[in-house]
C-alpha cells in the first residue's frame, strides 16, 4: 500500500481557546514565589503534556514581559524547561534576548542551549536586532539606547532553626536564581518522615534573604543560625528519600527547584558541629555530661517533653507503683518506680529512636555554638556522645560522671542520662498531671 493510507501519527494535543485564554490570564503577573503559583502549577501538570508548548507561546505572546517571571519559574522545572525558554522568543524586549542569549552560551543543557537558539531566532525574525555568541543583546543595543541596570545577585547561604520536640526544623536556602535576581527556599523537614512542606520566594538583595529568615523564626520561636550550603543540601537530600519512603508526596516547590538546589558535593557522615568541636575532647571535660539535663530549661527545648498520651501507659504504671495496694517498704517503693522509669526511657528512647535523638542533640550542638553558647553547645555534645557507648564486657565510666548513675558496661547507654533521665521523669509527671486533671473532670461532671 502507497504512503497515504499508512497509519497516521496521532496528532499533538491541543487547549480549547476558552482554556487556553483562561491559563494565560490567570498566569499573567502571578508570583512564582506566592502561594498562588503552586496550585498554578499543579494545573498546568494536569494539562497533556503537548499542550504546554502551547501554553507557553500563547504566555509569551499575550504577555510580553510580564510573562518573564513566570517563564523563568517554569524553566526551572526539567521537563517543561526546553517550552518554557523557547517561548521566551516571543517576548520583544532586550531582557527576553539577553536572557536568551546567556542560556545559549552558557546553559550545561544542550536541549536548552538549542531551545534558546530558537528563540533568538524568532527575535531576530520579528525585528529584534540581536548579536551572535560573544555578545549579548544588551550590550549591542546599549549604541541606541540605555543598557539596563544589572539586577543585585544573590549568592548561596543556608540557615536551619531548632528542632523542635517532633523532630522537625526550618530550612531556608538561599540561591541565585535563574538568569537574574535570587530565590529563598523555605521547608519543613522532619527527621523521621522528610520534606513536609516548601516555599519559594524571589529576592533582590541578601538582605532580603535575611529578614525574611528572620522573620519565620520569630513567628516560629524557634532561634536559627547560618549553617554550611552543602550541609543543607545534604539534609534536603535526606529528606527527599525519607518522604518517599513514607509514600509521602514531595511538595511542589521543592520539585520546581530541586534541580538549582543541586546535589551534596561532600560526604556528610557526621553534622558539621564535629568540625567546630572534639567530642572527645569534650567528654574529657569534667562535668558536662552531669549539666546536660540543664538543657531542658533552655527554651529551644522546651517542647522535647514527651506527649501526654504515649506517656499514659507508664504514668498508671507509675501511679500504681506510688499508690498501689501492696505495703512495700520506702526503697522497694522507689525501685519499683526506677523500674518503670527505665522501661519508659528505653521503649521510648531505645532501639533507632536512641540514634534519632543523638542526631537531634548534635544537630542542636551546633546551633548552639552558632548562637554564642558554648558551654551549652558542649554539654549538648557530651549528652549525644555518650549514646555512642555500647555495652562492653567492662564498666566504663565517663569523665565528669557519677560511677553510680552512668556506669555503662551491661546497661543501657541511656541508664543514669541526666538529660533522658529528666526528660522522661517530668514526661511522666506531666502526664500524671493530666490524668489527675481528667478524673478531677469526669466526677465533677
Given at each position: 500500500?502507497g ?15 476558552e482554556?487556553?485564554?483562561?491559563l ?9 514565589g ?5 496550585s ?8 497533556p503534556?503537548?499542550a504546554?508548548?502551547q ?5 509569551a505572546?499575550?504577555g ?52 534558546a537558539?530558537r528563540?533568538l531566532?524568532?527575535?531576530r525574525s ?12 544588551a ?5 541606541v ?17 531548632a ?12 540561591m ?12 519543613m523537614?522532619?527527621?523521621?518522615s ?10 533582590h538583595?541578601d538582605?532580603?534573604a ?20 552543602d550541609?543543607?543540601?545534604?539534609m534536603?537530600?535526606?529528606g ?12 511542589v516547590d521543592y ?8 546535589q551534596p558535593e561532600g ?13 572527645a ?6 562535668g558536662l ?5 540543664r ?7 522546651r517542647?522535647?517533653?514527651?506527649e ?11 501511679e ?9 517498704s520506702?526503697?522497694?517503693q522507689?525501685?519499683?518506680?526506677e523500674r ?6 528505653e521503649?521510648?528512647l531505645g532501639?533507632?529512636?536512641?540514634a ?25 555534645l ?11 564486657p567492662s ?12 556506669a555503662?558496661?551491661?546497661r ?5 542520662h ?12 506531666r502526664?500524671l498531671?493530666?490524668i ?5 473532670v469526669?466526677?465533677?461532671?
Open positions: 500500500m504512503k497515504k493510507n499508512q497509519e497516521r501519527q496521532p496528532s499533538t494535543p491541543r487547549l480549547s481557546e482554556v487556553l485564554n483562561e494565560v490570564a490567570r498566569a499573567v503577573g502571578l508570583d512564582p506566592g502561594e498562588e503559583f503552586s498554578f502549577l499543579l494545573r498546568l501538570r494536569s494539562i503534556a503537548g504546554f508548548p501554553f507557553a507561546n500563547a504566555l505572546r499575550q510580553q514581559e510580564k510573562a518573564l517571571p513566570i517563564l523563568l519559574a517554569l524553566a526551572c522545572a526539567e521537563d517543561l524547561a526546553p517550552a518554557a525558554v523557547e517561548s521566551i522568543g516571543w517576548v520583544q524586549s532586550l531582557e527576553a534576548a539577553s536572557l536568551l542569549q546567556a542560556q545559549s552560551d552558557a546553559s550545561p543543557s544542550r536541549e536548552i542551549r538549542k531551545a537558539g528563540g531566532h524568532r527575535l520579528l525585528g529584534l536586532h540581536v548579536e551572535t555568541a560573544g555578545e549579548t543583546a550590550v549591542q543595543a546599549s549604541q539606547a540605555p543598557a539596563p541596570q544589572p539586577r543585585p545577585t544573590s549568592k548561596t547561604r543556608a540557615w536551619a532553626s528542632v523542635d520536640g517532633h523532630g522537625s526544623r526550618f530550612l531556608f536556602l538561599e541565585p536564581r535563574p538568569f537574574s535576581g535570587g530565590v529563598l527556599v523555605f521547608m523537614v522532619n527527621d523521621k522528610g520534606i513536609l512542606e516548601a516555599r519559594a520566594g524571589h529576592v538583595v538582605e532580603d535575611q529578614n525574611r529568615v528572620d522573620e519565620v523564626s520569630g513567628q516560629s520561636r524557634l532561634p536559627h543560625t547560618e549553617i554550611p550550603f550541609y543543607a543540601r545534604h534536603v537530600k535526606e527527599q528519600q525519607k518522604a518517599q519512603e513514607h509514600g509521602q508526596p514531595l511538595p520539585m520546581v527547584w530541586k534541580e538549582s538546589i543541586g560526604h556528610w557522615e557526621k553534622p558539621p558541629v564535629y568540625q567546630e568541636l572534639n567530642a575532647k569534650v567528654l574529657m571535660e569534667p555530661l552531669e549539666e546536660s539535663d538543657l531542658l530549661d533552655l527554651r529551644e527545648f517542647s522535647w517533653f514527651l501526654t498520651d504515649e506517656m499514659r501507659p507508664y504514668a498508671q504504671e507509675m500504681q507503683a506510688r499508690h498501689g495496694s501492696l505495703v512495700l520506702q526503697e522497694a522507689m525501685k519499683r518506680q518503670v522509669l527505665t522501661r519508659a526511657m521503649d521510648l532501639g533507632e529512636d536512641r534519632v535523638y543523638k542526631k537531634r542533640l548534635e544537630e542542636m550542638s551546633y546551633l548552639l555554638l552558632r548562637t554564642d553558647r558554648e558551654r551549652a553547645a558542649k554539654i549538648a557530651a549528652a549525644a556522645a555518650a549514646l555512642e557507648q555500647e555495652q562492653s564498666r566504663i565510666y565517663l569523665p565528669g560522671s557519677r560511677a553510680a548513675n552512668l555503662i558496661g551491661e543501657s547507654p541511656l541508664a543514669g541526666p538529660f533522658f533521665k529528666r526528660l522522661v521523669a517530668e514526661s511522666l509527671e502526664a498531671g493530666e489527675t486533671r481528667d478524673r478531677k469526669i466526677v465533677a461532671g
